[in-house]
């Protein structure tokens, strides 16, 4: 790859998610929903999603949560998905515990780890249903133990403000009574406002498309926290000979579905196997519907394609540099620990072809909701140390102050804060 190829490969879609034109636009109707709220987001619904709903409708009533129903396989699938990912993100809150240290004679020092106080949860609708998003982001708030939790989703594509039935059967199963059918960027506004029927919260996770991801980016401006960023979804596959072509094509079409602007990228140093993948990909192609096999091929086209490497060295230089949502190695195990020992960048790491995405993204409980975009050089997915905080915590007694006094007064004076030097020569005698 020449410099602007690789370039563009990089920094797939953040000029898509920061276009000019659709900030000015997200930021007035964030304006919008500061003003006028619930008559806001109805006016939104309206134009954007074509349903019409009236602000005493917004909430979804506790009658449509209690009645919701799936299929058996579907209800058993999610209580499966909701048990490991408990079991995941019990055992990270086992770890994220108090602690203290006497670092000095009379003085201990050390972290407070408590939840946040509120939080929203976005999943997002229209493209698919998404009950996998709800849960991914419900059950770690919840093990964290946020106190207030609201859930928005916009209703289902088409009809009359239906939400989609498994998205409330998930927040029925996990006790999320709050949730809200919203158009997305506007949800998110009024999560981060507080309107007349939707609570203000503190910090708003959960993916969408580019407008809810400003949104998202926005809001921040306002005192509301936020990821970044979730979306659009992508993933990178390193691989060697030892992959078997037809499974590495139909691990490469999982985030390859989800939309034109997703991304997909196989990196690899034989030829032979990228040939062989690429038939294979063509041939499955055939087997999807057409919107599907249409997103898919954006995303192995314009949007990702295959790399030849010189080396497996290469390749997780490369990814690391990419810094996958979602991240499959496939290779031998004479150079597995190698490759995964050199990687540093990726939100998720998925080992072998009995790992492939879709199992991440449903049931694994390792977290599916991830930074995507190059986002994962500084971040990480949606766990419960992502609705967590730590609060420093420390105690000196009359030794260790007077040990430290003339430090913190040299430091006071030299940065001239004299009321700073005073309180510690008191303290003196």
Request: net charge negative; hydrophobic share 45%; aromatic share 4%.
């Amino acid at each position: 790859m020449d410099s602007d190829a690789r370039s563009m490969l990089m920094n797939r879609g953040l000029n898509d998610i920061f276009e000019p034109g659709l900030r000015a636009s997200i930021g007035e109707l964030i304006e919008d929903v500061r003003a006028r709220g619930d008559a806001a987001i109805c006016d939104a619904l309206a134009i954007f999603d074509r349903i019409d709903v009236d602000p005493e409708g917004l909430r979804v009533t506790d009658d449509e949560l209690d009645s919701a129903v799936v299929s058996e396989d579907v209800d058993r699938s999610i209580d499966d998905a909701v048990a490991h990912l408990r079991a995941f993100n019990e055992a990270q809150m086992e770890r994220s515990t108090n602690w203290s240290i006497e670092s000095e004679p009379g003085l201990t020092v050390g972290e407070r780890v408590t939840p946040i106080s509120s939080a929203g949860l976005f999943t997002p609708s229209g493209k698919a249903s998404y009950p996998s998003v709800a849960y991914q982001l419900a059950v770690p708030a919840i093990v964290a133990g946020v106190p207030e939790l609201a859930l928005v989703v916009p209703p289902v594509p088409g009809g009359s403000g239906e939400v989609d039935a498994a998205v409330l059967v998930v927040c029925r199963k996990l006790g999320v009574r709050n949730v809200f059918r919203v158009n997305g960027p506007a949800g998110v506004a009024a999560l981060g406002f507080g309107t007349e029927s939707i609570p203000r919260v503190r910090k708003v996770v959960g993916p969408g498309s580019p407008a809810v991801t400003i949104a998202q980016v926005e809001m921040q401006r306002y005192g509301m926290a936020t990821m970044m960023l979730l979306g659009p979804t992508e993933s990178l596959v390193i691989a060697d000979d030892s992959a078997d072509p037809t499974l590495l094509a139909a691990d490469l079409l999982i985030e390859a579905e989800h939309g034109v602007d997703s991304s997909v990228v196989l990196l690899t140093p034989s030829s032979a196997l990228a040939d062989a993948v690429d038939l294979e990909v063509d041939r499955q192609l055939e087997l999807l519907p057409r919107a599907r096999a249409e997103a898919a091929r954006a995303s192995l086209g314009p949007n990702g394609g295959c790399v030849l490497v010189d080396d497996l060295n290469i390749a997780v230089s490369v990814a690391n540099e990419f810094a996958a949502e979602h991240l499959q190695v496939v290779v031998t195990k004479l150079e597995l620990d190698d490759v995964l020992n050199g990687l540093v960048n990726a939100g998720e790491i998925l080992v072998g072809q009995h790992t492939p995405f879709s199992a991440g993204n449903f049931v694994i409980g390792c977290p599916a909701s991830l930074p995507t975009s190059g986002f994962a050089h500084v971040s990480s997915g949606i766990t419960t140390d992502t609705f967590l905080k730590r609060t420093a915590v420390a105690h000196a007694d009359a030794r260790a102050a007077a040990r430290m006094a003339p430090s913190v007064i040299a430091l006071a004076e030299h940065e001239g804060f004299p009321a700073h030097a005073a309180a510690m020569r008191m303290r003196q005698g």
